[in-house]
């Protein structure tokens, strides 16, 4: 009979020490299991995160671009409407310039030719006048001519200084409007070329920001792709540690296991119980045995 508890005993010890030796590989494994998973975890998101805060940051900056090119395609349109007014009205006040300048040079022509035909007329008369009076003065006594037409020196000056006037005021509005024609051409002309200038370096800004704008979209493409692959990757990392935590990490037994280990745990202890009294009582009726007979 003790051979039998003896056998139980020792299959009881087999049975603990392979669990213990499970007990011990399991452990390494999940030791060994969860440790790369959580540093795969804790580098993937760390990947995840840093390649989130490039594609913030990068997508920041595009739009910041795209802003600003809005911008300045809107201040170079401006710019242009703005340069295609001016040049109408430089158009317009050049071809006034020219037409008030064909009237006043015709009116300063028109004036002068009749200066120049009133002067020769009344300085002619005179010279004659004066000459007459020269030669036939007080030596010669010569009766009376009829009475004919003669030039009317006082009239005829005022007419003079009246076209004189006239032709100063249109010598000087000619003046006028070629000072201001000048001076409307030379604005122009500067405007028009820091219009250029402006226009050109803004283009160039737009050209440049659009480059960059669209180098910066493309690099979100490829950072967006990378993420998509550590996150898919993160998510098999996930789920595995997931399983590993179910599977390693111990979790409180319900009453039901309790109850079933404790009434396993009784029944053994109740079998050793068993075959250690009925050893005993053998033991006991044999030893009686041997002292009945001796008596005997």
Known sequence: MFAKVKDLINDLVAKLEKEAAEEATEK?????ELAKSEAKKADLEDTVAKLTAKIDQAAAQS??????????????????????EMDRIRAETHDDYVKAKADLELGLSGVRQALTVLRDYYNNQGAALLQDATQFGAFMQQPAMPEKHSASTGAGQSIINILEVCESDFASNLAKEETEETDAENEYQTVTQENKVTTTTKGQDVKYKVQEHTALDK???????????STTELNAVLEYYSKL????????????ERKSRREAEISGLKEALN???????FVQRKRHGLRGGVLA
């Open 28 to 32: 390494a494994f999940c030791d060994e």
């Open 63 to 84: 739009e910041q671009l795209k802003e600003e090119v809005k911008q300045l395609q809107a201040e170079l349109a401006a710019l242009a409407k703005e340069q295609a």
């Open 219 to 229: 690099s979100i493409g490829e950072l967006s792709g990378d993420r998509d692959t």
């Open 245 to 256: 935590k179910d599977r390693c990490i111990a979790k409180p037994e319900t009453y039901e």
């Open 275 to 281: 075959i250690l009294e009925n050893e005993t009582a």
